[in-house]
């Protein structure tokens, strides 16, 4: 979820437990838990040290539940401090910072990145795949119920009612999730892939938008659904803006197109190779993290040879972009190889 949002959903949960007596004022439990809500993002500086620092630490330690106390306890001193002279103790800002630490954790949770929760001691990701990274409706209801809680500021039943509205509409996205994987059980029998893996994630635009994904051993099969829609979306026009484009890519599952993905490419000549670089030691850390490892492309030069690989994970439909391609290029066509990540057609960054 991105870092605004967070930060909003800090405040809403803040107001919705503002207790009747408090030693603090409602307004200042409310920036308290926006910028509490925002903490864990404060990882973003991981991008300055590396890019490779980023892939394998972002939602690490600041996202730990077992670390989360510790961090409320750091921000809850450092709210008294700075209200120094208020009457107020860390004591009355822990509460409420331990409550945005937690919806920042949960808010990234039902994304599909991963988040480390049990960081330092485990580096397992966790995704629940509800909920798209960036949700307009998400983000949209924290807002709606920010404004009521100010409208009617005196009482906290509005931003009460505006964090109930915001579980309901997780819980209707893990119904569809859930739907969304039956349907991809179902595809998968008709294809008598006995020991296929099932997985569905969520897309912009609507929590009725999937990507059902059937991992049948080194092969992936995809479609783009919508679990609500009868027809096809009518044709797009010239003018037709970003979410439109996005929207229309999902159709009604009856009407499902089926994409097949080999994690090594469709050229048999070049499995070879492709195996060879994505077991290489080097791309260990992208191993780790991704999800769904293909090959993007070969490009050979003269004399280099770059091998990148995307996770299908961050491919979205309506939108010709990745931003977690990777890969190894040797300049003498040996077994040299340098790690990259590919920015663009042209452009590579290396991590080493």
């Known amino acids: 979820?991105?870092?605004?949002?967070?930060?909003?959903?800090?405040?809403?949960?803040?107001?919705?437990?503002?207790?009747?007596?408090?030693?603090?004022?409602?307004?200042?439990?409310?920036?308290?838990?926006?910028?509490?809500?925002?903490?864990?993002?404060?990882?973003?500086?991981?991008?300055?040290?590396?890019?490779?620092?980023?892939?394998?630490?972002?939602?690490?330690?600041?996202h730990?539940?077992?670390?989360?106390?510790?961090?409320?306890?750091?921000?809850?001193?450092?709210?008294?401090?700075?209200?120094?002279?208020?009457?107020?103790?860390?004591?009355?800002?822990?509460?409420?910072?331990?409550?945005?630490?937690?919806?920042?954790?949960?808010?990234?949770?039902?994304?599909?990145?991963?988040?480390?929760?049990?960081?330092?001691f485990s580096d397992a990701r966790v995704a629940w795949n509800t909920t798209f990274i960036i949700d307009l409706w998400f983000s949209g209801i924290i807002v709606a119920g920010l404004a009521a809680a100010w409208v009617w500021r005196r009482s906290r039943v509005?931003?009460?009612?505006?964090?109930?509205?915001?579980?309901?509409?997780?819980?209707?996205?893990?119904?569809q999730h859930e739907r969304a994987v039956d349907f991809g059980k179902g595809y998968a029998a008709a294809a008598a892939s006995a020991g296929a893996q099932v997985s569905a994630l969520p897309r912009p635009v609507s929590p009725f938008n999937w990507m059902v994904v059937v991992t049948d051993g080194d092969s992936y099969h995809y479609a783009n659904v919508n679990l609500m829609r009868a027809a096809a979306p009518a044709a797009l026009g010239p003018q037709?803006?970003?979410?439109?484009?996005?929207?229309?890519?999902y159709l009604p599952p009856a009407q499902a197109q089926w994409t097949t993905v080999h994690k090594y490419g469709p050229d048999p000549s070049n499995r070879e190779l492709a195996a060879r670089v994505l077991a290489h030691p080097r791309l260990g850390f992208y191993r780790w993290f991704a999800d769904y490892p293909a090959l993007y492309r070969i490009v050979r030069g003269n004399p280099a040879v770059c091998v990148w690989f995307e996770d299908l994970r961050f491919t979205t439909a309506g939108r010709d972009s990745n931003s977690f391609r990777y890969g190894l290029c040797s300049e003498n066509d040996s077994d040299d190889w340098?790690?990259?990540?590919?920015?663009d057609e042209r452009t590579r960054e290396p991590l080493d």
């Open 1 to 62: 979820m991105d870092t605004l949002t967070h930060a909003l959903s800090g405040a809403l949960a803040a107001r919705a437990t503002t207790p009747a007596r408090a030693r603090i004022s409602v307004a200042a439990r409310v920036s308290a838990g926006f910028f509490a809500g925002a903490f864990p993002d404060t990882d973003f500086v991981l991008g300055y040290v590396s890019p490779i620092a980023y892939l394998t630490q972002h939602r690490g330690v600041t």
């Open 338 to 343: 340098r790690a990259f990540r590919l920015l």
């Open 158 to 175: 509005p931003a009460l009612v505006g964090l109930a509205a915001l579980v309901a509409y997780v819980g209707l996205q893990a119904v």
């Open 64 to 120: 730990s539940i077992l670390l989360a106390p510790l961090w409320a306890l750091l921000l809850a001193w450092l709210f008294a401090r700075i209200r120094r002279g208020k009457q107020v103790s860390w004591r009355d800002y822990f509460g409420v910072c331990l409550l945005a630490l937690a919806i920042h954790i949960a808010g990234d949770l039902i994304t599909s990145f991963g988040t480390m929760i049990y960081a330092p």
């Open 240 to 249: 037709a803006g970003l979410i439109a484009r996005l929207d229309a890519a």
